[in-house]
């Protein structure tokens, strides 16, 4: 390996005392690829274990913890205990190599796909109407559909389905969970003021459903782990909405995570250096802010427009992540890290080539949503 290149290779030791053999992590990953009723499929398990042969820390995709939740087709679910026998293969496939292996655990809320929850019911803070995502539907169209309000028996009932699904990532095997804050799906959605206009106490404070959520979580693995299990919560810092989270609001919303006993913050970003688009933070660069007001406290995944051995390089070098998370490039060649590894950086695949015969190894569904250019990840 080159020299220059070691300090991604670092040891990365977390609040809990959880030693990450290095500083990449496989990051959650959307491969529409599970069984019809969400559980774990031979496909699955065989394209998330080469990606986890190399990492620290591997995550797998947005699994929903109520059917209520399911946001895509070939989701995998924690959602029921029949599940836990495709989990705990899973989590041997993950752990095989040495990664910790994560489940990030989701609720899709106003993003849930009507075609895939019980009676076509989809659910979020409040009202609203959404225009679905084209890779998403079954006939890759864009269709709109509406949400309801959830009602609060509903909202305590999701808060509690996190801390089953954590029991169950727990009794497979797991190293940890990450609560999935992100990417516009509910608990983002009780954040942002353009998805939450509730007047009850669960709009007038739009860091309480987060904050429960990440106490149910807690609590649960204090009932039923040790100290050793991972607890990290993902977060988008900006949306385009208006009116939608600020990076105002998001120094907040960090301000109360990092009071909480999480291990690690992973900030969700199309580029790791992208720019504050408006307010009092306007140009500056997100994950330097962000590192700022973590402080030391937690472990920050940052991810977007990792290519490259250098492009890693500099965003380790730069002190604002601890860790780097892979996304599409891990997807287009799951040896990444290996090849910086052994000193064949130069060989790693960064661009899509639809005519590669072993496909990227890339389960078929996702192959084909490649090749149809549906799948945008940083």
């Known amino acids: 390996m080159d020299k220059k290149y070691e300090p991604l290779f670092e040891k990365v030791t977390l609040p809990n005392k959880v030693e990450l053999r290095n500083r990449f992590v496989l990051a959650p990953l959307t491969h529409v690829s599970s069984n019809d009723d969400g559980t774990i499929s031979d496909v699955e398990i065989n394209y998330v274990g080469p990606r986890s042969t190399d990492v620290g820390l591997a995550i797998s995709a947005a699994s929903n913890v109520t059917d209520l939740g399911k946001a895509f087709p070939g989701q995998p679910s924690v959602a029921h205990d029949s599940g836990l026998d495709g989990l705990k293969r899973l989590a041997k496939a993950m752990k095989k190599n040495g990664a910790k292996a994560i489940v990030q655990i989701h609720h899709g809320g106003a993003q849930s796909m009507p075609y895939l929850t019980p009676n076509g019911d989809v659910v979020a803070p409040s009202p609203i109407t959404l225009q679905g995502d084209e890779k998403h539907s079954p006939s890759y169209e864009k269709e709109e559909h509406h949400a ?9 009932h999701t808060i509690r389905a996190f801390g089953e699904a954590t029991r169950r990532v727990i009794e497979a095997g797991f190293d940890g ?12 959605q009780f954040v942002s003021p353009y998805y939450n206009r509730r007047d009850d106490e669960w709009g007038e404070n739009r860091f309480k459903f987060p904050m429960k959520v990440v106490d149910e979580v807690v609590h649960t693995v204090k009932a039923h782990a040790d100290e050793k299990f991972i607890v990290g919560y993902r977060f988008s810092p900006e949306e385009a909405e208006t009116p939608g989270i600020t990076m105002e609001i998001t120094e907040e919303l960090v301000k109360n995570l990092i009071e909480k006993p999480l291990d690690y913050l992973h900030v969700s970003l199309m580029d790791v250096h992208s720019t504050t688009r408006e307010g009092r933070y306007q140009g500056e660069e997100r994950i330097k802010l962000l590192h700022r007001w973590i402080d030391g406290r937690m472990p920050l995944v940052g991810i977007g427009s990792i290519f490259t051995a250098e492009d890693a390089l500099e965003a380790v070098e730069s002190r604002n992540v ?4 892979l996304g599409r490039e891990i997807l287009l060649d799951h040896n990444f890290v290996n090849k910086i590894q052994n000193g064949k950086a130069d060989e790693i695949m960064s661009k899509f080539d639809p005519y590669r015969e072993d496909k990227h190894d890339l389960p078929p569904n996702l192959w084909e949503q490649f090749n149809k250019g549906l799948y945008s990840l940083p």
């Not at 309801?148 to 305590?156: A, F």
């Not at 969970?177 to 983002?188: D, K, R």
């Open 148 to 156: 309801r309000e959830i009602t609060k028996e509903e909202i305590e």
């Open 177 to 188: 969970v990450e609560i999935h804050g992100a990417n516009h799906y509910l608990i983002q």
């Open 322 to 325: 601890d860790l780097i998370a």
